[in-house]
């Protein structure tokens, strides 16, 4: 049995239900209250007009007929034509704008759950598989449009028809108007009973939703792996669990949710059973023929958008766990974010100074243990050591993906925690060892360094790195098409154009973390004159596992257990024959070449 994936751990239900949510969701309704007001108008005329037919018929058979009126019995006709093409005109205009009221407010919500997601802190991405974090931008937020476009402004227009209803019946005999409410509280305690039951299945249906999501994403994203491990069977078993899963999960949740519609038509069928019943053997009530269809009329305006009302409680249920996700998603703070004092960084020189930092992922084990050193203005500093020695944490520390426990990291004596993260990271330049490729033009993914840089300047730039090579014998060169990730782009290929990403938006300080290490030998001595030019006169750190680009560094630092064993230049360490000596010489002997000798 294979483990499970993490994708597969459902998310923690909440216990109960919060209204505040829906007031939350109403904040995004205020920009479009006139809109609303207007739709609201609309609503009421088309009730009113609806409440003339059952009043017209009664008028008709207790008046107009008996007494032959076939005048009156014309006007009559001639207004309810009138009232039925009104409310035809109505219904269409509340359709049309409240649809488009609901989309606005989708699209506002899509637009403050990716502009937060752009904020978030690395933390938050390294413990989430992408694709939870998808389905609450796609799925969860589509799931909410018959709520917004049918349903909230719906609801209204559903309670008023209620309203309009009532003062109607009140007005023509309030006796039978009591016996149509005897069975309301039939109705509350059916909605009380369902509604609890029908909010945990929903929310067990989206962990189960997010879940078969998660694993999707992750398998197509693996593809590769996949295949080449001839795990396909195995995915497919594990897909088959979640896919049987979200069934399950997903008839429960309906067969629940179905419970209240036939419940609520049941009480209404029985009402106008009774209505009949009382009318026609006159108990209590003395009522005329007319009067009685008249009612018969009004209970079924009355009893629709009870179900309606209904129908809209069902959907509010199902949105809530979906809402839940999306402002849990909302609320989740930034571990890094601009303090409230914090200013702009001018433009900096390029000292940097790691001041005795301490730094740790969760308490207990530090990553990085009284760390420090100084660095000049455009010095190059290459960062050596065995595999999770903390040579990444320490450029994340400078360019602030996360902060420190203890200590300062300054840049200029400015300390990055004091200075704002947009003014701080425009004057670096960060090449991570997993390079990515966004779908589009190559030139766009090199400008994504520059967004005003010129055609021109990105040549240049992939000149220096000797990306232009490859990029002019392609089909159509810098308008080479490539899909995310840059599938169909070598290694190599991408680190190239990744490289003159960050060359072009010429920073002050560079960060290149295994920059070289899927560019072949050839290539790379190419690249050795292109990055010497570039290096000169900015501060540069470099991690590299490959020593033979880094022997020009004009320090290095050997690290291990989160500390600075050894640092120095190239030749001061191999003369002290300490760790950077032996990891020299392990390299070269395993290439079996003769190292040199410093």
Partial sequence: MATRNKSNVDEELTKQFNWHDYKRLAHYLKPYMTKIYLILIVIILANVAGMLGPYFTKITIDTIIPNKDYRQLWLIGGLFTASLFFIGWCLRYRIYHITELGQDVLKDMRLDIFQHLQRLSFSYFDNRPHGKILIRVVNYINTLSDLLSNGLVNLISDVFNVIITLIFMFAINARLTWYSLILIPVLVIMVWFIQDRQRKAYQILSNKQSNLNAYIHESISGIKVTQSFARE????????????????????????????????????????????????????????????????????????????????????????????????????????????????????????????????????????????????????????????????????????????????????????????????????????????????????????????????????????????????????????????????????????????????????????????????????????????????????????????????????????????????????????????????????EMLKLEPLEA
């Fill in 233 to 588: 069977k195995e995915n497919f078993r594990i897909f088959n669990e979640d896919n049987e899963a979200y069934r399950t999960s997903w008839m429960h949740a309906v067969k629940i949710q179905f419970l209240l519609w036939p419940g609520v038509q049941n009480i209404a069928v029985l009402t106008m059973s009774l209505i009949y019943f009382v009318g026609i053997r006159n108990i209590g009530v003395d009522v005329s023929t007319g009067t009685l269809i008249a009612f018969i009329g009004y209970i079924n305006n009355f009893w629709n958008p009870v179900i309606n009302i209904g129908n809209f409680y069902n959907s509010l249920i199902t949105a809530t766990a979906y809402l839940e996700r999306i402002f849990e998603t909302l609320d989740e703070k930034p571990e890094i974010e601009d303090q409230s004092q914090a200013k702009n960084l001018p433009q900096i020189q390029g000292h940097v100074t790691f001041d005795h930092v301490y730094f740790r992922y969760e308490p207990g084990k530090n990553i990085l243990t009284d760390v420090n050193f100084h660095v000049d203005q455009g010095q190059s500093v290459a960062l050596v050591g065995p595999t999770g020695a903390g040579k990444t944490t320490i450029i994340n520390l400078l360019s602030r993906f996360y902060d420190v426990n203890e200590g300062d990291v300054k840049i200029d004596d400015h300390d990055v925690r004091d200075v704002t993260l947009s003014s701080l990271r425009k004057q670096m330049g960060v090449m991570l060892q997993d390079t990515f490729i966004f779908s589009g033009t190559i030139m766009d993914n090199i400008r994504y360094g520059k967004l005003d840089a010129t055609d021109e300047e990105v040549v240049a730039a992939a000149k220096i790195v000797r990306a232009d090579d490859f990029i002019s014998e392609l089909k159509d060169g810098y308008q080479t098409k490539v899909e995310e990730r840059g599938s169909t782009l070598s290694a190599g290929q991408r680190q190239l154009v990744a490289f003159a990403r960050v060359l072009l938006a010429d920073p002050r300080i560079l960060i290149l973390d295994e920059a070289t290490s899927s560019i072949d030998t050839k290539t790379e001595e190419l690249l050795q004159s292109g990055l010497l030019a570039l290096l000169k006169g900015r501060t540069s750190f470099i991690i590299a596992h490959r020593l033979s680009t880094i022997k020009n560094c004009d320090q290095i630092f050997y690290i291990d257990g989160g500390q600075i064993m050894e640092h120095g230049t190239h030749d001061e360490l191999m003369h002290q024959h300490g760790l950077y000596y032996q990891l020299y010489q392990s390299q070269y």
